[in-house]
């Protein structure tokens, strides 16, 4: 049985993981958040935390005997990626942490073409490899949420990175037929959930829903 820490649970892929969470009674968690959630603790426990206070974050890690962190916070700005590589260092300080999955729930893209959010959240990486911690990231691809929603149940917000279902366009990379790797938000966190059973991480755990090429996404806006 893993003890959770579930960071930045409040929306997205976090709320997805804490309703999955509360359904499994083989781990036990709680949320850490910046904030008081709208709606209340809806899937678990919140315990409102200051990133900003290491020694404060190093309390709750010890004090709840937290074995495994996983971060879904929004990392996106030297901010948000200062929060997430301060709970990697209580993380690694703690006496009882020994895991942690780090918020990068995307395609695997090289460092040397990363830029904006996702240099951004190489902070994170640079910093977990400094320490004693097993540590990992989840490859999942695009999320197929996006070319579902308002049909399908998803907590994420509605994006068009490639295909505009509701516009019926697409955009096409490379040379048109390299495949894409999608993934459902709900398959995505089942899988996080059952990694925590893995006795062995990969620095890199991959999964997707589907893996399909562009001119499948391209027909598929023509109908049957």
């Known amino acids: 049985m893993a003890i959770i820490a ?11 993981i804490a309703e999955v969470l509360s359904t499994n009674p083989k781990h036990s968690f709680m949320i ?28 709750v890690l010890e004090k709840h005997k937290i074995d495994t962190v996983i971060s879904t916070i929004l990392v996106k700005d030297d901010e948000s990626s200062a929060s997430e590589v301060a709970l990697v260092k209580a993380a690694a300080r703690s006496s009882t942490t020994k895991r942690f999955i780090a918020s990068d729930y995307a395609a695997p893209i090289p460092r040397s073409k990363r830029f904006g959010r996702l240099l951004a959240r190489q902070a994170t990486i640079d910093e ?3 320490t004693d911690l097993e540590w990992t990231t989840v490859r999942n691809g695009q999320f197929a949420d996006n070319l579902g929603i308002p049909h399908l149940k998803s907590y994420m917000i509605p994006m068009a990175p490639n ?49 399909d090429t562009e001119p499948t996404c391209r027909d598929s806006r023509k109908g049957p």
């Open 6 to 16: 579930l960071a930045g649970a409040t929306g997205r892929v976090g709320k997805t």
């Open 128 to 130: 977990l490899q400094n």
């Open 163 to 211: 295909v505009d279902m509701a516009n019926q366009m697409a955009a096409v990379p490379g040379t048109g037929d390299d495949p894409i790797a999608y993934s459902y938000s709900f398959d995505i966190v089942k899988f996080v959930v059952a990694a925590l059973d893995l006795h062995k991480w990969d620095r890199d755990l991959f999964c997707y829903s589907d893996s």
């Open 32 to 59: 850490l958040s910046r904030k008081e959630p709208e709606n209340g603790g809806n899937f678990g426990t919140v315990h409102k935390v200051d990133y900003n206070d290491a020694a404060s974050l190093l309390r």
